[in-house]
Structures are given as structure tokens and as C-alpha cells.
């Protein structure tokens, strides 16, 4: 198996950030013939991974369906940092911190209108690591 990790800022708000071109660019690396498995993972406690579309609205949707499940409010028992800090701990647990992707002929094998993407609730982090992991078949 071979990783690499990307960093990416978040910034200070909600937010769906796309990574299918990383994604894309890490398994053509192994050429035109590649196939396996990509795993995409996020080492943090306050971050998810969702195949989705974006730009189309889906991605904003997403994010209005975890503020109504999730509302940024006082409710949450894991109450450091921001108001609402604790649903961004319970949040992996609906959009998980993991998604695999087949990968076939040096390309992700993902429907016609799906990304990769990290989703971030947490407005007190906005640094996070992503690591790509491709897995030969």
C-alpha cells in the first residue's frame, strides 16, 4: 500500500471541500494500467468524507441537512471551543471519516456526477490532513 497525505484549509466556516482532483492525480500516478483501490481517510475526531455531487447545490444541501441535525447550538455536552463545537464531534459518525474508491485503468471509478469530498463543520480547525492510500488489485 502507498499513502500521501494533503493538506487542506478549510477555513473558518461549514464547508464541502471537493478532492476528487487530488484523488484523480494520486492514482494516475501509477499509470494507465493501475487498478485497486483508493482509500481516502481523515486522521481528525471533527471531519467526514462524503461521495457527492457538488456544484449543483447537493453540496450546500449537505450542509443545510447537518445544520438541521446538527445545530451549532449550547445542546452539546462537549462544549470547548466555539458555540456548537460538539456537533462536529458527533458529525463522523453520519458522514464517516473513510470512503473507498475503486480505481481502474489509472482512473477512479466514480459515477458521472460523484466527488470526493471533505466535509467540515469544525470553524476551530482549519488545517486538516487527508490521506490517500491506493491499494493494487
Not at 9 to 34: I, K, M, P
Not at 38 to 67: K, M, N, R, W, Y
Request: aromatic fraction near 6%; glycine fraction near 10%.
Amino acid at each position: 500500500m502507498d499513502s500521501r497525505m494533503l493538506q487542506v484549509r478549510t477555513g473558518g466556516r461549514d464547508v464541502v471541500h471537493d478532492l476528487t482532483r487530488e484523488c484523480q492525480d494520486f492514482v494516475a500516478s501509477y499509470g494507465e494500467e493501475a487498478s485497486g483501490l483508493l482509500h481516502v481517510f481523515v486522521p481528525h475526531a471533527t471531519a467526514g468524507l462524503a461521495i457527492i455531487e457538488t456544484g449543483a447545490g447537493s453540496d450546500d444541501d449537505l450542509l443545510a441537512a447537518l445544520e438541521e441535525l446538527l445545530p451549532a447550538d449550547d445542546r452539546w455536552r462537549h462544549q470547548h471551543g466555539s458555540r456548537g463545537h460538539g456537533r462536529s464531534h458527533v458529525m463522523p459518525a453520519i458522514v464517516p471519516p473513510y470512503a473507498t474508491v475503486p480505481v481502474d485503468g489509472g482512473r477512479l471509478a466514480l459515477g458521472t456526477w460523484q466527488s470526493v469530498c471533505l466535509v467540515d463543520l469544525n470553524v476551530d480547525n482549519a488545517e486538516r490532513e487527508v490521506r490517500l492510500s491506493f491499494l493494487r488489485g
